[in-house]
């Protein structure tokens, strides 16, 4: 009696197990097919402005990001995160503690159509000469452009 029990036990996990894999699999089968890539742009409390491509499981891990830097003239540039000295990966894990605000952006966004077309990295260019148009200016706004 007792081994009857442990293998109707064995297999009762087995198809516990098969059907939390079947689960999980299903999931991301439908991730794909109906979760459209979103763009979003996060305000974080110390003043930075990050924009990307908004993970389906956690809204916080941002791939492709980009943010705004500020020139010594005063313009902003759009820079990729990626490109950054240091090289870090293509994916920035947010503080959601540190989010003061965050927002979709638009389908017709021209900001997703420019990290979008990011040009491959080519290994032993320099970044000016692979990307010499890796940062577009911003413009500032009238009022902005009006106080200075």
């Given at each position: 009696m007792l081994k009857n029990f442990s293998s109707n036990l064995t297999v009762t996990l087995i198809y516990i197990l098969l059907g939390v894999i079947l689960g999980i699999f299903l999931i991301f089968v439908i991730n794909k097919i109906f979760y459209k890539n979103k763009y979003a742009v996060f305000f974080l409390e110390d003043g930075s402005?990050?924009?990307?491509?908004?993970?389906?499981?956690?809204?916080?891990?941002?791939?492709?990001?980009?943010?705004?830097?500020?020139?010594?003239?005063?313009?902003?540039?759009?820079?990729?995160?990626?490109?950054?000295?240091?090289?870090?990966?293509?994916?920035?894990h947010l503080n959601p503690q540190?989010?003061?605000?965050?927002?979709?952006?638009?389908?017709?966004?021209?900001?997703?159509?420019?990290?979008?077309?990011?040009?491959?990295?080519?290994?032993?260019?320099?970044?000016?000469?692979?990307?010499?148009?890796?940062?577009?200016e911003v413009p500032q706004n009238q009022s902005q452009q009006k106080s200075q």
């Open positions: 402005v990050y924009f990307g491509e908004v993970s389906f499981l956690n809204k916080y891990n941002l791939k492709n990001p980009v943010f705004l830097n500020r020139t010594q003239d005063g313009n902003l540039n759009v820079v990729y995160y990626s490109d950054l000295f240091y090289l870090p990966q293509n994916v920035l540190k989010v003061i605000a965050w927002s979709y952006l638009r389908e017709n966004s021209p900001l997703i159509d420019y990290i979008k077309r990011k040009p491959p990295i080519i290994p032993g260019q320099s970044q000016q000469q692979q990307q010499p148009n890796q940062q577009q």
